[in-house]
């Protein structure tokens, strides 16, 4: 599903660092995809606002201008992370959630792999999660009423054959260009049979609807989310794509992230027919804000994902290897990763390998 890359003479990213740690990783990646050279075309940044801090200052969380600029004028952007609160804030809504229906950048892609200790040989985790990525309980239509027994909230989970149908047609094309060719609908059918059940039937029933059989290579198999966990925790190799609703997909991957050694490796694209944002999978991290010692590596391999989606494969895989090296090296990794170096010195030791 790349993009045409024949005519950009420049590529112009928008750059949304948004909250916490996604100001200290965000630059790390735009600092890696500037190494890249003649690789790519000449990448040109456009700074954008979005996230709680923005929303404090401004009283807008996600920015009209945000919007129009990533739109009109950007070719693809990275997204850092957002620090959402808790409880609700009057004219607050999660500016990330927003922007990928704004953009119906529908397809959240996660890879999640281990690297392995030599080059060349096979991962024990190897696994991609495709999560759907503009409805299910996301659609945040939430109410609270007052009853005579308290107080009562609901939410309303939208599933729609058409969302479903195009993420399912995502999952079947990954899953098809991968080795394994094996895919995983990941539901709660039993108990939610119509909203579950119709997110199933309707992936299940994608590879009826090409007439040339383009996926009959590819193995289908079903999982209950609960026991997908479990399966996950205990036999990871056997899940090679998985493909979610909206909830269960962003539970998933960051629990497959566990099995990796640590969510700072984990990277995603937020990807629609027009227009692709890479976005780390970890989020803002407050705890370690400002020390210096958040992991770079998610936001690089975003930006690498983000690359190769538009076709800028030979600049995609420089990234990826030169972060395979330094996660095998294991000399300058930062403390989520058992390692003593700060951002900057894992950074410049990808920039180093490039
Ligand atoms: N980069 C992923 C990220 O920011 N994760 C945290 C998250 O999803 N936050 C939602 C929010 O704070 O609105």
């Known amino acids: 599903r790349s993009l045409s890359t024949t005519a950009r003479k420049s590529l112009k990213i928008g750059i949304i660092p948004a909250d916490g740690i996604g100001k200290e990783v965000i630059p790390a990646a735009k600092a890696a995809i500037e190494a890249l050279g003649s690789d790519i075309p000449q990448p040109e940044f456009i700074d954008l606002l979005a996230g709680w801090e923005t929303f404090t200052k401004t009283g807008v969380a996600l920015p009209q201008e945000t919007i129009d600029v990533l739109r009109n004028e950007c070719d693809c952007a990275l997204f850092g992370s957002v620090s959402s609160p808790s409880k609700k804030v009057v004219g607050y809504s999660s500016?990330?959630?927003?922007?990928?229906k704004e953009l119906d950048l529908y397809a959240n892609i996660r890879p999640v792999f281990s690297v392995s200790p030599e080059a060349g040989q096979k991962s024990?985790?190897?696994?991609?999660?495709?999560?759907?990525?503009?409805?299910?309980?996301?659609?945040?239509?939430?109410?609270?009423?007052?009853?005579?027994?308290?107080?009562?909230?609901?939410?309303?989970?939208?599933?729609?054959?058409?969302?479903?149908?195009?993420?399912?047609?995502?999952?079947?094309?990954?899953?098809?260009?991968?080795?394994?060719?094996?895919?995983?609908?990941?539901?709660?059918?039993?108990?939610?049979?119509?909203?579950?059940?119709?997110?199933?039937?309707?992936?299940r029933k994608v590879p009826s609807l090409s007439a040339d059989g383009k996926y009959d290579g590819v193995t289908v198999m079903e999982q209950l989310v609960d026991s997908a966990v479990y399966r996950l925790f205990r036999e990871p190799e056997i899940f090679d794509v998985m493909v979610a609703p909206n909830l269960y997909g962003d539970i998933l991957s960051d629990a497959a992230a566990a099995l990796v050694g640590s969510l700072g490796l984990v990277p995603s694209i937020n990807a629609g027919d027009n227009f692709v944002m890479g976005e780390p999978v970890h989020g803002s991290a407050p705890d370690i804000v400002g020390k210096g010692i958040s992991n770079p590596l998610a936001s690089i391999r975003s930006a690498a994902l983000m690359l190769r989606h538009l076709g800028y494969t030979k600049g995609a895989d420089r990234l990826d290897v030169a972060v395979d090296q330094v996660v095998r090296e294991a000399t300058t990794l930062t403390p989520d990763l058992n390692g003593k170096s700060t951002t900057q010195e894992v950074l410049t030791a990808v920039l180093a390998r490039l």
Request: hydrophobic share 40%; aromatic share 4%; glycine share 4%.
């Open 95 to 100: 500016p990330i959630v927003a922007l990928r």
């Open 124 to 203: 024990t985790v190897d696994l991609v999660v495709v999560r759907e990525n503009t409805e299910c309980l996301y659609v945040k239509q939430e109410q609270q009423i007052q009853t005579e027994n308290g107080k009562e909230a609901r939410a309303t989970r939208l599933i729609t054959e058409r969302a479903s149908k195009r993420i399912g047609q995502i999952a079947f094309e990954i899953a098809n260009a991968r080795s394994r060719k094996h895919l995983t609908i990941i539901h709660k059918s039993n108990v939610l049979s119509i909203t579950d059940g119709l997110f199933r039937e309707t992936v």
